[in-house]
């Protein structure tokens, strides 16, 4: 008898269908509308338009909703804090709201209560503060970037004028506002026209990463590298920290922030003098130039940096502060903490926020908590604050209340709820309605605040029209120079962490797992130090430091960066959380015993050693083995005039393997080195589009991180080169050869794609790739827990442990657009799939499209003299191709 | 030296054959008496309804209540709502219709039981299949002769392939899509649909990515 392997397969499906003992597919339910919703397609997701803030402004969303559920957050172009591009904490922020360990119930004193005791409690403090016009009432928020919430709390403070409002926000804008104080005379925020400028020099001012206006200046940065001798810019950059403005700059200077600040004190009073400072200013003179001020530098540098600015005629704009806070925030925390211990303080309302961790270490706040008789704290989750305050109070997450934000412009956009709260949460809009007596629902006050506009356009829209600030033109006044201090010894550098932010995001398993863009750490912080520096003290990466400062010490593990300031260690904010949740306590280590009020970014060290033990830091680029290699290319500006090809293409003329036959679309995708900031929104957009999980610091140490796209970087020939690196989908591609299951395809328009189902997990295909781009699932990654399975996306399998997966150019997108397109009898338009990379990239260095289609965006890109493939030489023919990086050093300056 | 006897061997060997045999033939016909892969082809639902009664005897149109079938994916199951239009005037104390109305009262959705299931890895979508021509009844059969609908088609991959692979066969002209009585039109027709309706080359059908991703 003659059987098939086939028949052999089912006959071995049936005994072990058998075995289970008669078992049938489950029954499912299938659960129509008992009232349909209008306008909703069950299958067909739709778009609304929001705002989310993280770094004290909005940028503008649109959040896609799968039948009620909010799966990923895309950028919305008309938005001027987003121009269509999304943060990561952007892309992160949907994991935040279906977080299982949100706080989901009222709390005193750490138990369980109602939400009427609450209110009975509160309104029974209030009748008390009244009488007394409000003298005990203290109120604390982080910067308030609503409107609705602002004119709220002016109403309070009129109601109850003894009163007081106070502001926290570990990201603060204090010395660019003090700065403008000092300059003239009020606060002021500048707002950057980087593109109309072609010499801009950034005295350690991240504004790629935490800067209010970051997507917007990445995005003008990206449009200033146009790589044409007469209108390509020129980055200059002092830092004291790795940024990401940093590793761009064409002239990079790394040196401790006293430093930077004697630096522009010289540059300021004799630019002459110096070589360096002379080539510079002329420049600057020259090309419009811009100077940036970070908020690292004190107030009197901003204050000078303002009037150089004025004197080059650069493209700054100033305008209000979008949080018209007339105080500093270290001072207004200083005065809560200092009425609290001295006791004055009867009701306390923290709106958001986690002072119980992050205010500074000199003020004690925790234990002038502890005084204050009633304490009230609303956030997302029962975090350190939360445990010492009287009552805590869960918030809403940005996508399940109504509420108003400002971009960074002060452009004013609507944010609206895409689900109802999941945990029955209270909103910011509604909490300060109660102290004012006058109960009502967010919805209710942003209507309010909002009457005159037409409501449905600017729902629609992402934008309220019109409501950018007004440039202001002020008059400089003479600033008082001092003398600058002299550097400590050693000094520690403290920054906001590109991933948790100030540590609200501690929680976020993708943020925790996102390689921070300098060191490639994941799952915590490290002491970054440079390489001599090291040296001295005898360490390398991964041995604890203890870093003594006047009054605090801290253990950290060292991570040496090349091109750090020497006798500095930078180390992030965020880390070492008590009551983050399962995910984020433990990873990293606290820096904020470091942070004082008088000074915030930076402490001086008194110690610095050795403890003589080590931690393991995951980190996903072991570098040392493929630095050198030329992988990431660069060329300098003046060697591009006049090339056909910056770089030679390495592709062997003939392959054993015969040419696959296209016949239709041709995907590709083209990556630009020269506008890629290194930002990673795009591994994190994947990861939200893909289903892509996480996997933990441990796996992460074991090399098996599960991200598709990945973001390399490389220290080559003095600069931080990024590169991002997603499948290939090479034409002759050495995964396919390999397989003994043929799980690997090659499908007819180009796609190198992985079933799932035949994947019998023996990771050939992975070990022959040499991009090393195939993730395998060695345990089951994917959980389906509630509720965080509700976040997945329904177009994209969820896979299972034992199979490998790689990116597959979004294949769920390129179908939603050829179905579109075949039901038109139409062939799909070029730009009309965008990838989930591609739409997150605030600098636009992806693009993707029809190579068959000359005219199309890729094709473009691909014809540019910058194209390069990567490990061409391997004659894999990648559709993913390059742009190499452009630098356009200064002819006068031999760093470069 | 024989430790068995050549007749010993002989029996042995045929027996072995015979246990062989045994064992294919038991598994083959056990095979075909187990539930079919797709789950049950007729389960029971909350509410007898009858697509005979509805389609074949009032005429009502497929799209009346699966209403997204040429936007989505998804066909779209009727909410109660949909249901009531009619039933709030006809049959309207029918002990059958118990559940219905409970739910229109407390506004708790039917739970029905799915009788086409897919695995999670396949990616069906209704609305190309029928822009594409490809009518309802090639697949569900003719629900207007079902007093209880069923499943007719075994919706695996291979039952999926054989249209993909031979498209023209089961295409019918645009108008008559919805259409349950209307015979397949003749080969020629057919044909001609395959460029009118621009159906994409077998290669593009049969890669794993049509359905897969």
Same mark, same amino acid.
């Given at each position: 008898?003659?059987?098939?392997?086939?028949? $052999?397969?089912?006959?071995?499906?049936?005994?072990?269908?058998?075995?289970?003992?008669? *078992?049938? =597919?489950?029954?499912?339910?299938?659960?129509?509308?008992?009232?349909?919703?209008?306008?909703?397609?069950?299958?067909?997701?739709?778009?609304?338009?929001?705002?989310?803030?993280?770094?004290?402004?909005?940028?503008?969303?649109?959040?896609?909703?799968?039948?009620?559920?909010?799966?990923?957050?895309?950028?919305?172009?008309?938005?001027?804090?987003?121009? +269509?591009? #999304?943060?990561?904490?952007?892309?992160?922020?949907?994991?935040?709201?279906?977080?299982?360990?949100?706080?989901?119930?009222?709390?005193?004193?750490?138990?369980?209560? =109602?939400?009427?005791?609450?209110?009975?409690?509160?309104?029974?403090?209030?009748?008390?503060?009244?009488?007394?016009?409000?003298?005990?009432?203290?109120?604390?928020?982080?910067?308030?970037?609503?409107?609705?919430?602002?004119?709220?709390?002016?109403?309070?403070?009129?109601?109850?004028?003894?009163?007081?409002?106070?502001?926290?926000?570990?990201?603060?804008?204090?010395?660019?506002?003090?700065?403008?104080?000092?300059?003239?005379?009020?606060?002021? @925020?500048?707002?950057?026209?980087?593109?109309?400028?072609?010499?801009?020099?950034?005295?350690?001012?991240?504004?790629?990463?935490?800067?209010?206006?970051?997507?917007?200046?990445?995005?003008?940065?990206?449009?200033?590298?146009?790589?044409?001798?007469?209108?390509?810019?020129?980055?200059?950059?002092?830092?004291?920290?790795?940024?990401?403005?940093?590793?761009?700059?064409?002239? *990079?200077?790394?040196?401790?922030?006293?430093?930077? @600040?004697?630096?522009?004190?010289?540059?300021?009073?004799?630019?002459?003098?110096?070589?360096?400072?002379?080539?510079?200013?002329? /420049?600057?003179?020259?090309?419009?130039?811009?100077?940036?001020? +970070?908020?690292?530098?004190?107030?009197?540098?901003?204050?000078?940096?303002?009037?150089?600015?004025?004197?080059?005629?650069?493209?700054?704009?100033?305008?209000?502060?979008?949080?018209?806070?007339?105080?500093?925030?270290? %001072?207004?925390?200083?005065?809560?903490?200092?009425?609290?211990?001295?006791?004055?303080?009867?009701?306390?309302?923290?709106?958001? +926020?986690?002072?119980? !961790?992050?205010?500074?270490? /000199?003020?004690?706040?925790?234990?002038?908590?502890?005084?204050?008789?009633?304490?009230?704290?609303?956030?997302?989750? /029962?975090?350190?604050?939360?445990?010492?305050?009287?009552?805590?109070?869960?918030?809403?997450?940005?996508?399940?209340?109504?509420?108003?934000?400002?971009?960074?412009?002060?452009?004013?956009?609507?944010?609206?709820?895409?689900?109802?709260?999941?945990?029955?949460?209270?909103?910011?809009?509604?909490?300060?309605?109660?102290?004012?007596?006058?109960?009502?629902?967010?919805?209710?006050?942003?209507?309010?605040?909002?009457?005159?506009?037409?409501?449905?356009?600017?729902?629609?829209?992402?934008?309220?029209?019109?409501?950018?600030?007004?440039?202001?033109?002020?008059?400089?006044?003479?600033?008082?120079?001092?003398?600058?201090?002299?550097?400590?010894?050693?000094?520690?550098?403290?920054?906001?962490?590109?991933?948790?932010?100030?540590?609200? $995001?501690?929680?976020?398993?993708?943020? %925790?797992?996102?390689?921070?863009?300098?060191?490639?750490?994941?799952?915590?912080?490290?002491?970054?130090?440079?390489?001599?520096?090291?040296?001295?003290?005898?360490? &390398?990466? +991964?041995?604890?430091?203890?870093?003594?400062?006047?009054?605090?010490?801290?253990?950290?593990?060292?991570?040496?960066?090349?091109?750090?300031?020497?006798?500095?260690? #930078?180390?992030?904010?965020?880390?070492?959380?008590?009551?983050?949740?399962?995910?984020?306590?433990?990873?990293?280590?606290?820096?904020?015993?470091?942070?004082?009020?008088?000074?915030?970014?930076?402490?001086?060290?008194?110690?610095?050693?050795?403890?003589?033990?080590?931690?393991?830091?995951? #980190?996903? %680029?072991?570098?040392?083995?493929?630095?050198?290699?030329?992988?990431?290319?660069?060329?300098?500006?003046?060697?591009?005039?006049?090339?056909?090809?910056? $770089?030679?293409?390495?592709?062997?003329?003939?392959?054993?393997?015969?040419?696959?036959?296209?016949?239709?679309?041709?995907?590709?995708?083209?990556?630009?080195?020269? #506008?890629?900031?290194?930002?990673?929104?795009?591994?994190?957009?994947?990861?939200?589009?893909?289903?892509?999980?996480?996997?933990?610091?441990?796996?992460?140490?074991?090399?098996?991180?599960?991200?598709?796209?990945?973001?390399?970087? !490389?220290?080559?020939?003095?600069?931080?080169?990024?590169?991002?690196?997603? *499948?290939?989908?090479?034409?002759?591609?050495?995964?396919?050869?390999?397989?003994?299951?043929?799980?690997?395809?090659?499908?007819?328009?180009?796609?190198?794609?992985?079933?799932?189902?035949? *994947?019998?997990?023996?990771?050939?295909?992975?070990?022959?790739?040499?991009?090393?781009?195939?993730?395998?699932?060695?345990?089951?990654?994917?959980?389906?827990?509630?509720?965080?399975?509700?976040?997945?996306?329904?177009?994209?399998?969820?896979?299972?442990?034992?199979?490998?997966?790689?990116?597959?150019?979004?294949?769920?997108?390129?179908?939603?657009?050829?179905?579109?397109?075949?039901?038109?009898?139409?062939?799909?338009?070029?730009?009309?799939?965008?990838?989930?990379?591609?739409?997150?990239?605030?600098?636009?260095?992806?693009?993707?499209?029809?190579?068959?289609?000359? %005219?199309?965006?890729?094709?473009?890109?691909?014809?540019?003299?910058?194209?390069?493939?990567?490990?061409? &030489?391997?004659?894999?023919?990648?559709?993913?191709?390059?742009?190499?990086?452009?630098?356009?050093?200064?002819?006068?300056?031999?760093?470069? | 030296?024989?430790?068995?006897?050549?007749?010993?061997?002989?029996?042995?060997?045929?027996?072995?054959?015979?246990?062989?045999?045994?064992?294919?033939?038991?598994?083959?016909?056990?095979?075909?008496?187990?539930?079919?892969?797709?789950?049950?082809?007729?389960?029971?639902?909350?509410?007898?309804?009858?697509?005979?009664?509805?389609?074949?005897?009032?005429?009502?149109?497929?799209?009346?209540?699966?209403?997204?079938?040429?936007?989505?994916?998804?066909?779209?199951?009727?909410?109660?709502?949909?249901?009531?239009?009619?039933?709030?005037?006809?049959?309207?104390?029918?002990?059958?219709?118990?559940?219905?109305?409970?739910?229109?009262?407390?506004?708790?959705?039917?739970?029905?039981?799915?009788?086409?299931?897919?695995?999670?890895?396949?990616?069906?979508?209704?609305?190309?299949?029928?822009?594409?021509?490809?009518?309802?009844?090639?697949?569900?059969?003719?629900?207007?002769?079902?007093?209880?609908?069923?499943?007719?088609?075994?919706?695996?991959?291979?039952?999926?392939?054989?249209?993909?692979?031979?498209?023209?066969?089961?295409?019918?002209?645009?108008?008559?899509?919805?259409?349950?009585?209307?015979?397949?039109?003749?080969?020629?027709?057919?044909?001609?649909?395959?460029?009118?309706?621009?159906?994409?080359?077998?290669?593009?059908?049969?890669?794993?990515?049509?359905?897969?991703?």
């Amino acid at each position: 008898m003659k059987l098939s392997r086939r028949d $052999f397969l089912k006959l071995s499906a049936a005994s072990a269908a058998l075995a289970s003992a008669g *078992c049938s =597919a489950p029954r499912e339910p299938i659960v129509p509308y008992a009232m349909q919703p209008e306008m909703t397609l069950p299958g067909v997701p739709r778009f609304y338009a929001s705002a989310a803030s993280f770094v004290g402004a909005a940028e503008g969303v649109l959040v896609e909703s799968n039948t009620g559920r909010p799966t990923k957050v895309e950028g919305n172009a008309a938005h001027p804090g987003s121009l +269509g591009a #999304t943060s990561v904490h952007g892309q992160a922020s949907v994991l935040q709201l279906w977080d299982p360990e949100r706080s989901q119930a009222p709390r005193r004193m750490r138990q369980p209560a =109602a939400r009427e005791q609450f209110e009975s409690e509160l309104n029974e403090a209030l009748v008390r503060l009244e009488a007394r016009r409000g003298a005990g009432l203290r109120v604390l928020t982080p910067t308030v970037v609503s409107p609705t919430l602002q004119s709220q709390l002016v109403e309070l403070a009129a109601r109850l004028p003894e009163a007081r409002v106070h502001r926290w926000d570990p990201l603060n804008r204090d010395a660019t506002h003090e700065g403008a104080r000092l300059a003239f005379g009020r606060a002021l @925020e500048p707002i950057y026209r980087l593109e109309d400028s072609r010499a801009v020099l950034s005295l350690d001012c991240r504004f790629m990463e935490d800067e209010p206006g970051r997507l917007n200046y990445i995005r003008q940065y990206a449009r200033s590298r146009s790589p044409k001798p007469q209108s390509m810019g020129r980055l200059y950059v002092l830092e004291s920290a790795p940024s990401l403005a940093g590793a761009m700059a064409d002239h *990079c200077y790394a040196m401790p922030l006293a430093e930077i @600040e004697r630096w522009l004190l010289a540059f300021a009073n004799a630019p002459a003098a110096d070589r360096t400072m002379r080539a510079i200013a002329d /420049d600057l003179k020259k090309n419009r130039g811009l100077i940036l001020a +970070g908020e690292g530098l004190s107030p009197w540098a901003h204050a000078l940096v303002y009037r150089l600015n004025h004197e080059l005629g650069a493209p700054v704009a100033l305008i209000d502060p979008i949080d018209p806070y007339p105080q500093p925030h270290a %001072q207004s925390i200083s005065d809560l903490a200092q009425a609290m211990h001295a006791g004055e303080v009867e009701l306390l309302v923290i709106v958001e +926020g986690n002072p119980g !961790y992050d205010a500074p270490a /000199d003020l004690d706040f925790a234990a002038g908590l502890a005084r204050v008789p009633l304490s009230v704290h609303l956030s997302l989750y /029962d975090d350190e604050t939360s445990a010492r305050c009287t009552w805590h109070l869960p918030a809403t997450h940005y996508l399940e209340h109504w509420s108003d934000a400002r971009a960074f412009d002060g452009t004013a956009a609507i944010v609206q709820p895409l689900i109802a709260p999941l945990y029955g949460g209270v909103s910011p809009h509604e909490i300060v309605s109660l102290l004012l007596r006058r109960p009502q629902s967010g919805y209710e006050s942003v209507r309010g605040r909002w009457k005159a506009i037409d409501w449905e356009a600017a729902l629609r829209k992402g934008v309220v029209e019109n409501t950018a600030f007004p440039p202001v033109k002020a008059a400089l006044r003479t600033v008082a120079l001092p003398t600058p201090k002299e550097p400590a010894a050693w000094s520690v550098r403290l920054v906001p962490d590109s991933s948790v932010l100030d540590g609200r $995001f501690a929680n976020n398993a993708w943020l %925790q797992e996102l390689p921070r863009p300098d060191t490639k750490i994941t799952w915590g912080n490290a002491a970054l130090i440079s390489a001599d520096s090291a040296r001295q003290l005898e360490v &390398e990466s +991964g041995d604890v430091l203890e870093i003594n400062t006047h009054g605090a010490t801290i253990h950290v593990p060292a991570c040496v960066v090349p091109g750090h300031p020497e006798k500095s260690v #930078t180390i992030a904010l965020g880390y070492g959380r008590a009551r983050a949740g399962r995910v984020g306590n433990g990873a990293g280590c606290d820096a904020y015993p470091l942070r004082l009020s008088d000074s915030l970014w930076s402490a001086d060290a008194t110690s610095i050693h050795k403890t003589g033990s080590r931690q393991a830091l995951a #980190t996903t %680029q072991n570098h040392a083995r493929m630095e050198g290699r030329g992988h990431a290319k660069h060329i300098a500006l003046a060697d591009l005039i006049g090339q056909a090809r910056a $770089f030679e293409d390495e592709t062997p003329e003939h392959s054993l393997y015969p040419a696959w036959p296209y016949d239709s679309y041709r995907w590709a995708m083209s990556i630009n080195l020269n #506008t890629c900031v290194g930002c990673n929104a795009c591994t994190i957009a994947c990861q939200a589009e893909n289903n892509i999980p996480t996997v933990g610091k441990d796996e992460v140490i074991a090399g098996r991180e599960m991200h598709w796209i990945r973001v390399d970087r !490389y220290f080559e020939d003095r600069r931080t080169l990024f590169m991002p690196v997603p *499948c290939m989908h090479c034409e002759n591609a050495p995964c396919e050869y390999v397989c003994p299951v043929g799980a690997p395809v090659h499908d007819s328009e180009g796609l190198n794609l992985q079933v799932y189902n035949r *994947c019998v997990g023996t990771r050939f295909c992975s070990q022959n790739c040499p991009y090393k781009v195939r993730r395998f699932n060695f345990l089951q990654y994917s959980k389906d827990d509630e509720p965080l399975k509700a976040q997945k996306n329904p177009e994209v399998t969820v896979r299972m442990r034992g199979v490998m997966e790689k990116c597959t150019y979004c294949l769920q997108r390129i179908t939603r657009a050829r179905i579109e397109a075949d039901k038109e009898n139409r062939r799909m338009r070029d730009g009309e799939v965008v990838t989930a990379c591609q739409a997150a990239c605030p600098a636009g260095a992806i693009v993707f499209g029809d190579l068959a289609d000359e %005219q199309s965006q890729v094709a473009l890109a691909k014809r540019s003299p910058l194209k390069y493939d990567l490990l061409a &030489e391997l004659n894999t023919r990648p559709r993913t191709s390059y742009e190499g990086r452009v630098v356009n050093p200064n002819p006068e300056l031999d760093n470069g | 030296m024989q430790v068995f006897s050549p007749v010993a061997v002989l029996f042995l060997k045929i027996a072995a054959l015979a246990g062989v045999a045994a064992i294919t033939v038991g598994a083959t016909a056990l095979y075909k008496f187990l539930p079919a892969p797709g789950g049950e082809v007729s389960p029971a639902q909350p509410i007898p309804f009858s697509h005979q009664h509805h389609v074949g005897d009032d005429g009502i149109d497929c799209r009346y209540c699966h209403y997204s079938v040429e936007k989505s994916s998804f066909a779209g199951i009727p909410a109660t709502q949909v249901c009531m239009t009619c039933h709030s005037q006809l049959f309207t104390d029918a002990p059958v219709l118990a559940p219905l109305r409970e739910s229109a009262r407390t506004g708790q959705p039917l739970r029905w039981t799915r009788v086409h299931k897919l695995p999670g890895f396949v990616f069906f979508d209704h609305s190309i299949h029928v822009a594409k021509g490809v009518g309802c009844v090639e697949c569900h059969g003719r629900v207007d002769k079902m007093p209880r609908i069923r499943r007719v088609a075994s919706l695996e991959m291979q039952w999926c392939l054989g249209c993909h692979r031979d498209p023209a066969p089961h295409l019918r002209p645009p108008a008559e899509v919805f259409d349950l009585a209307a015979p397949r039109p003749g080969r020629d027709v057919q044909d001609g649909l395959m460029k009118t309706l621009h159906i994409a080359s077998v290669r593009r059908l049969t890669d794993c990515s049509t359905c897969h991703r």
